[in-house]
């Protein structure tokens, strides 16, 4: 497969994206997480059109790894603003100041502080960006009239289809025990 | 997982019969009569040494107090609803405010032995120019006045919070929304010129406008770290089940990590400017904490009160757990301590580091004093606000 595009989303191969089933409200679907997730799919998501508190845990999704490559970019951010400066007054451009020595580092801090922040930021608002495989301009699930209601009144489930549980048959006869209201199969087009 | 209503036990809302924490008067009292008696009888060695141990002490205990205060205060110019829970708890803390006057009296019975500007017969021209802020009088009549304040407004913020748990008027909270943003101005004000009289001025040439939010932003690392052990030995003793979880520990940890990156962020600011202009009258300050005797204190200060902090509070799971969020608050009181012994004792010890046993002695009596006064307060009335509005909200919520 080799290095994701940008803007070319990675989603399932094949004719059929997955299915989609509509639930009632906030508590119905909340409960049908708990139950696709205690049956183990790992390739699903959850539309509802405002945030459902705990729906994450009830999803079981994993804490995210954004952390961790913000601490990074905000550490090296720190890092390198201070190396720069130091590179530039006492190798580059070497000039005294105010009678200081040429490294004077806490003339430094303030820069380092605010590349820390700025690479900390950064990767946080881009980092989510990719991790969320976005700017993703077409979606499988747009193709679904029903799906409009997502942004309205609608609380929707997607499982996809190359999740390794996937049968067309069996996740829809789950979902409607789950209590859905409609479920119907999203292609790929 | 909370969703919805969820059931609370309201005996949670009171100290188990039986619990240590009932007996937190005694213990206070016993180590304010022994910490202070010690404290006397070493007196005769170093008389000098005694006032200002026993300023260190009294500055620290002040900043727990003030800054609970200002916690209390902040919730209602807020309209906080996660921390209603520990709420009260933080009024117990600022009600120990009261009972610092008494601390205070014996420093100004010390004046002479402490600051030099008492010396009125060696002024020089700038400090002639200061004498209608400092001098012996001047001391005492502000000091009066901030208590009385700050005494007030403990009084007043508490007293209405515990009618509260009668009565469930919520008048009571709108009166106190409404007036908690102008205490809070006078709350800054009163801080900063108290921190002006009692400990800027232990140097009394040198000056520092950012001095008051220096000592502002310790005092909130002190209370944070002081309400987290708080609130998890009060579980520990079976109280507050289902109230404080760990939820507002959660909250409680990010605010302490907030206010260790604010204090950095000021300490640093402080130190930043005097450094760049290089000025006689403002580095003799700097020149005396960064001689070869407090040096590595100034080192340890930076990185035991910011560097270490702020790496180790930074993950959400140290700060919702228990034994994590222990220490790191554990260890945030002691350095705390540091800080406020850095920012005192060159002024005696000039550049030789110095700690001695009257340090601690007075440490455990006014302390002593503060945690008695906090007990006291804490066994007089349910552990939370037990009929405030937003109540509920605060016990249901979560953090993402």
Known sequence: MGLPLPMVPRLPAGKSYGLLARF???????RACEKVRDAGYTKWDSHTPFAVHGLDRAMGLQASRLPWVVLLAGLSGATGGMLLQYWVAVHAYPLVISGKPLFSWPAFVPVTFELGVLFAAAAAVFGMFAFNQLPMLFHPLFSSRNFEAATDDGFFISIESWDPKYDEAETSTLLREAGALEVEVVDNE | MSHGPRIVDAAQMNLPAGSLWRRLPLFGAVAAVLGIGVSYALRGGDEKQFYYSWLVAFLYFMSLGLGALFFVLLQYATKTGWGIVVRRLAENTAAGLMVMFLAFLPLYSGLNKIYSWTDEAHLDEILRGKMWFLGSDKYLVFGVVYFAIWTFLVWWFRSGSVKQDQSGDEALTRRRIFWAGPAIILFALT??????????????????????????AGALVCVFAFLSLVVIGLRRAGALEGFVTVEHR????????????????????????????????????????????????TVFLAIGHFGLPFFFLMSRHIKRRNLTLGLGSAWMLFMHFVDIHWLVMPAYHGKEFGLTLMDFTTMLGIGGLFLATFGFFLTRAKLVPARDPRLIESISFENF
Do not use: C
Not at chain 2, 192 to 215: E, Q
Not at chain 2, 265 to 289: K, V
């Open chain 2, 250 to 297: 959660h909250d409680l940890g990010k605010l302490l990590f907030a206010f260790v990156v604010f204090w950095a962020y000021i300490g640093f600011s402080q130190f930043f400017l005097i450094w760049y202009a290089n000025i006689p009258e403002e580095t003799e300050w700097y020149l005396e904490r960064l001689g070869h005797g407090w040096q590595p204190v």
């Open chain 1, 24 to 30: 009632e409200d906030a508590a119905s679907i909340y």
């Open chain 2, 191 to 216: 801080t900063t010129f108290a921190s002006f009289h009692w400990a800027m001025s232990l140097a009394p040439h040198w000056y520092s406008t950012i001095f008051g939010v220096y000592y502002f």
